[in-house]
């Protein structure tokens, strides 16, 4: 069979909203020789935030735009689709959003990796049980983030949501910003602190912070990014993007 000059290991299909400008720069960085990204935009505009009204009004728009995203990046014959936007994959809980999984991956005809479950399958492997989370969003996502992780078996005992005012917002973040709210949060209770959003820039951070700390922290665009790579047999080991990248 023939194969792709530069994707002769795999071609990844990775969407995510327009606004977003950091899923994209990180799983470029965390892209191993053999292995692809091309990227689809989900259309949205920088949408005002400000209550949980604007929120869904957000997810909603993501929404309606989605598969005709996927569409425009099956016409490269992707092996795989990455979900690059999180909030979508945590809605309704696990069930719900298994089954969304399950549709899209129908509608795109290849399997799927969303940070969800890329979460979820780094925590089990890490064997934390109560966690704390960090979010971009307003408190409804909140909610159903919390809802998700607990239908999975974990504690969500600290949940810090940073209530961004719009998309472009999440990624003017700073690290130190983002540094303290981790520190705030973290105390001998909590096993383990996982990051969710994006557009949220904590690849570097997570590393940092979880060496200081001495505690898993989990990065959802590294977390995802690895799931995509194990589920394609994908196992190179590679140092300086953290414990999921060095082991199989």
Same mark, same amino acid.
Request: aromatic share 4%; hydrophobic share 45%.
């Given at each position: 069979m023939s194969r792709d000059a530069l994707g002769w290991r795999c071609k990844?299909?990775?969407v995510?909203?327009?606004?977003?400008t950091i899923v994209?720069?990180?799983?470029?960085a965390l892209?191993?020789?053999?292995?692809?990204?091309?990227?689809?935009?989900i259309h949205v505009p920088n949408m005002p935030v400000h209550d949980d009204a604007d929120f869904l009004a957000l997810v909603e728009a993501i929404g309606a735009e989605l598969y005709a995203?996927?569409?425009?990046?099956?016409?490269?014959?992707?092996?795989?689709?990455?979900?690059?936007?999180?909030?979508l994959m945590f809605w309704d809980g696990r069930a719900a959003s298994e089954k969304r999984?399950?549709?899209?991956?129908?509608?795109?005809?290849?399997?799927?990796?969303?940070?969800?479950?890329?979460?979820?399958?780094?925590?089990?492997?890490?064997?934390?049980?109560?966690?704390?989370?960090?979010?971009?969003?307003?408190p409804i996502s909140d909610v159903n983030v919390t809802r998700f992780f607990e239908d999975c078996g974990f504690t969500v005992a600290k949940f810090k949501g940073l209530r961004c005012n719009s998309p472009i917002a999440?990624?003017?973040?700073?690290?130190?910003?983002?540094?303290?709210?981790?520190?705030?949060?973290?105390?001998?209770?909590?096993?383990?602190?996982?990051?969710?959003?994006?557009?949220?820039? &904590?690849?570097?951070?997570?590393?940092? &912070?979880?060496?200081?700390?001495?505690?898993?922290?989990?990065?959802?665009?590294?977390?995802?990014y690895w799931?995509?790579?194990?589920a394609n047999g994908i196992n190179d080991q590679f140092a300086g993007h953290g414990p999921l990248f060095e082991m199989h």
């Open positions: 990844f299909a990775v995510a909203p327009s606004t977003n994209q720069p990180d799983m470029e892209r191993p020789d053999g292995v692809t990204n091309h990227f689809g935009r995203t996927v569409d425009r990046c099956k016409t490269m014959a992707p092996d795989y689709l990455i979900m690059g936007m999180s909030a999984m399950r549709a899209l991956s129908e509608h795109a005809g290849v399997p799927v990796s969303a940070g969800s479950f890329a979460c979820e399958a780094a925590l089990n492997l890490s064997g934390a049980k109560r966690i704390a989370v960090i979010s971009p969003y307003m999440i990624a003017e973040v700073q690290a130190d910003t983002l540094r303290r709210h981790l520190l705030e949060m973290d105390d001998d209770s909590i096993e383990a602190i996982v990051q969710v959003g994006t557009n949220l820039s &904590m690849l570097g951070l997570a590393l940092e &912070m979880e060496q200081e700390l001495g505690k898993p922290v989990i990065a959802i665009n590294a977390a995802t799931h995509a790579l194990r």
